[in-house]
């Protein structure tokens, strides 16, 4: 159980923070860097669902979502050294990647399928579903970046949670797109070349 009983600690003021084991790093790390932009993600479904009132079974497939963001961000902050641990670090598990792709699968059986590239606009829920969309793909290479850097780990569950979480939030701005504005804004090449 988490308890915060202080906002600010003042451990920070000297441009370094603490990860689950205890070590503290520079909050420059690349581990840092991953695992915030994954709390951005879930910032960014937040606002998301302020638009998702006409769409409540969204809203309830991203209501988990941001609970797992958490396990991820938990998982991220934990550094596997192979160091036994007084805790069993929370970590994303395969089962959470294929309830994604199950997701996936139920909310795009309905949608047209694609002729072009779709344009991040449309109705608000579905723009900021974009935002979130792109903000993901930032967390997943920066995880990915972090796996290759020797000596760090990342599970590949985790990985593969932030790929198929932005395939998700790509099929939900498309549906939000049908169900309550005109259906994708399609991208049109050369668009801007057409003098007025």
Not at 48 to 64: E, F, M, T, Y
Request: charged share 25%.
């Amino acid at each position: 159980m988490v308890v915060l009983n202080r906002i600010y600690t003042r451990t920070g003021d000297d441009g370094t923070t603490a990860l689950g084991t205890g070590e503290r790093r520079p909050k420059s790390d690349l581990r840092i860097e991953a695992y915030g932009t994954v709390d951005e993600t879930n910032a960014a479904i937040g606002v998301a669902r302020l638009h998702l009132a006409a769409l409540p079974v969204l809203d309830a497939v991203l209501a988990r979502i941001q609970n797992d963001l958490f396990d991820l961000g938990a998982d991220l902050a934990t550094p596997d050294t192979g160091a036994e641990l007084a805790y069993e670090p929370l970590r994303i598990v395969d089962a959470q990647v294929e309830r994604l792709e199950r997701d996936i699968d139920r909310l795009n059986a309905g949608l047209k399928p694609l002729r072009s590239f779709v344009l991040p606009a449309g109705v608000p829920a579905a723009a900021h579903l974009h935002v979130a969309r792109t903000v993901c793909r930032r967390a997943e290479r920066l995880a990915v970046a972090l796996a290759a850097v020797p000596g760090e780990r990342v599970g590949a569950p985790a990985v593969r949670y932030l790929n198929r979480l932005s395939d998700l939030l790509f099929v939900m701005s498309r549906l939000a797109n049908a169900e309550t504005g005109g259906g994708d804004v399609l991208w049109v090449p050369a668009a801007g070349r057409e003098a007025d």
